[in-house]
């Protein structure tokens, strides 16, 4: 076996900051955050990577995999293909190796010899004895074990050339306040650097060089910029309940508030967060308190989210603001709870039974999902209707190179149409539901703000203009017809779509949120072919004119998105009446990153199949 | 401070509607200048003899005669016959009817939102012990600083009077269905489950039910209060352990309240054992005239003795059932600020671009 090993070295893969790494490890093995640490210190080099977290929905025992990609040319979606395996897991150990690129690399813990049918001879091998190095080196149990990670990513500065003074900063970063635990994290890098420096010839043809293209950038996930937005925009009330892959939106804005929101007078808390029973009751507590005056969301995830309908029919009808987060997952029904898919469009759109219609943010990556969280409470409170920020396990859990999160300290929170005590003085006749700006959207009052004057009945009800109970269906319909009225203003408050530059050009490309990250990477590759297609991001819903405009300066629009159903099709067909020739559908939907490959093969495919049957454009 | 008499067992379905609004110059004010009039709510659309329209007409006395500012009452409820009284009190105060069961979410809110106002909370049996038992159990665990009334008449009266959870075994309505379930208590479970202040009453015993709300707005802390209010409807039968005829002749004060607003004097003294007072957080105080003399409101387990005990003999204990002024309430707990988070404003909730720069910088 050695031999096949030494032998098949030399016909390695020669990458320089362009190639897949991907770690195969058992869950609760403590191999995440060594992972993390590899991904961060090539961050730290200046070359962009894109981490992607591919695991189990369970807390141990079942296989999780860590692949990251690096890229010069900063293309951050997910590729096909591993170049370097770190194969930990003996469960998944055979589909691992299989995984790999002809050329690629294999690292395995060798003390434990390999069987012969993992053997491939298009592959070269890098056996490391982690094991048996750990047992030498190391006392307890489970520094044994959790320290087998730490060598592998020891061994990997030296495979990829990795500066090891980044990792060795990393380490102190990591364990600031913890200093006992510095040295020996140091010491069993340096294990692994000097295996495999003396043991095989490094840095391999696959590796890493100091780049400048990080330069400004962070490195953070969805989620925690999503709580951190919540704090910028003034939430003071969250209500919750624990759902993969949202969860860490609330235990980020818990965090920050533990350090940003308390009252430094009195050690109290400008914050309130309460787990609820169930997300009936999380969302319920969030509209008691949007209601009441209070900035209030929750975070969930589509479970959740059908569990929430009927209250967001309340609170769409009763016009009561909430932000709701939905960090959407594989459906239907519980489905694959820890992979990523836009599969939640329709339902969210127009929750709950009636004619509803709900505002919908797309931030496409970390900073946006700050930005969009902080702005949902403005529109939220402009339009007086829930607004839904839909990101993605892909977005919410893996982290991304993104611009810093960014504050304009001159803004200030839009609280929309609420009148106090001396603007009711003035008011003949108060109604919370009259339309008197002529843009649907009406004034309202916080209870307990005047003594004779502002108190109206909010209820799902159908009512009339001054909230009084109706079953008079000409009132019925007006106040629908407002309701259609505000969501056309609301437009007006909502991200507008991000165009590429027009080049005039027949074919488009229309797509939302997580999808992005692979849409650079398309158009160099189609660049190469000649096809030039122009680009838009919708960024919100309702759609904007110029959603339609896009469609109709163009003959063919390819409609990306990652759901097996083409819901963003569907829904630019309801609202928009686009028709179906003019919209070509590319779907991903098996729960993990759509890819460039993948869509620049459905574009090239399709363009085939209309150039045989002479239909359309290219 | 006592209501007036009201001759129990006479008008068994008897309720009070209000009456059109009309002020009289000599009408009587209260502490706040304000008169009966003022606390008052929209003209009840429930069936004439309804139970829930006497539960209305007993929060406008009761209100009207503490003084409460209407406007800083904040009513919510959730969908039902009786979900629909918060309409008819105080039209000052901001009323919310949000939907079945989930009331208890709404007002947990709400609280959350601004602490300085009353919250009232109007549900029905089935509202919160069937489709909202969950919601209502989570809120007596949460401890929310309100008044949680229940308007328990045994049946759906919205739906047409089927039989809801809180109907007796062997209890029949009006249509002849027959109860094939044990019931669930109200009162035992809040009690259970920690609510600070729990008592039962009756809407046709006003004398009663007054001073109980009284207290249990007074009261800081999660106030419960099991109101059997009669369906006339569908379940006001001789068959039925929710109609006005069982009631009036079954149920039993455990203790019964005087409420005496803060302003008053206490003058009255009484028997030891049998008569106590019990001050309230905003200075206002209960007199409890207990039936029995171990009778003990403040301790738990004999409470839910007492109550299971008179069950068992058919009978319903009514009075202040429970009472523990030693809780903390929500806000309390999780230590939040005294303005109410409603309040805050830019200055005060954002944390600004200088702190945002040090976040980034741990990210790089
Ligand atoms: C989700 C949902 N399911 C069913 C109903 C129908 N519904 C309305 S009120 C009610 C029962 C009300 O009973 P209760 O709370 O005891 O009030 P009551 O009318 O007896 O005062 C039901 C089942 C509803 N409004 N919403
Ligand atoms: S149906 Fe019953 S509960 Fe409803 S209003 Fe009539 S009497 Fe009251
Ligand atoms: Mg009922």
Redesign the pocket.
Known sequence: MSELIQSSRVTGLTKINDFVVKFANVNGSGSASANGMFAKAVFRMGIPISPHNIFPSNIQGLPTWFEVRINENGYLGRREGVDLIVAMNEQTIGKDIASVLPGGYVLYDSSKTLANELLRDDVTYLPIPLKDICLEEFEKPTQRQLFKNIVYVGALSAFLSIDFKVLTELVSDQFRGKEKLILPNIHALELGHQYASDNFDCPLNLRLEKSEKNKGKILMDGNTATGLGCVYGGATVAAWYPLTPSTSVVDSFAKYCKRLRIDAGTGKKKYSIVQAEDELAAIGIAIGAGWNGARAFTATSGPGISLMQ?FLGLAYFSEVPIVLFNIQRVGPSTGMPTRSQQGDLLCCAYASHGDTKHVLLFPANPSECFDYAARAFDISDRIQSPVIVMSDLELGMNEQICDPLNWDDKSRYDRGKVLNAEQLEEIERYGRYLDSDGDGIPYRTYPGTHPHKGSYFTRGSSHDSYAAYTEDGTVYAEVMDRLTLKMKTAVNYLPEPEFSETTSNKLGLAFIGTTTSAINEVLDSLAKKGITPDTMRIRAFPFHDRVTEFFDAHELVYVIEQNRDAQLKSLLKIECNIHEEKMHSILSYDGVLITAQHIEKSIIDSMSDMDASGEVPA | MRAEKYPRKTAATMSYINKPKFKHPQMQTNDIGLTRRDYEGTLTTLCGGCG?DSISAAIIQAAAEMSLEPHRVAKIS??????KIPSYFLSKAHGFNS???RMPSVATGANIANKELYYIGV??????A??GLGQFCHIVRRRINMLYIV???G?????KG?L?ATADLGSRTKSGEESQFDNIDMATLAIELGASFVARSFSGDKKQLIPLLQAGLSHKGFAFIDVI?P?VTFNNTDFSTHGYKNTWENHIALSEVDFVPMREEITTSYAAGKEKEITLHDGSAIHLHKTSNDYDPSDKENALHHINAYKKQGKIATGLLYINQSTSDLHELQETVDKPLNSLGNQELCPGSEALNDINNTFR
């Not at chain 2, 959730?78 to 979900?83: D, E, L, R, Y």
């Not at chain 2, 549900?123 to 919160?128: E, T, Y």
């Not at chain 2, 049946?155 to 739906?159: I, N, V």
């Open positions: 009927e | 829930h959730g969908i039902g016959c009786s979900s939907v079945h069961g549900s029905g049996d089935g509202d919160s069937s489709i308007a328990n008449n049946t759906y009266g919205l739906t089927q809801s209010s369906c």
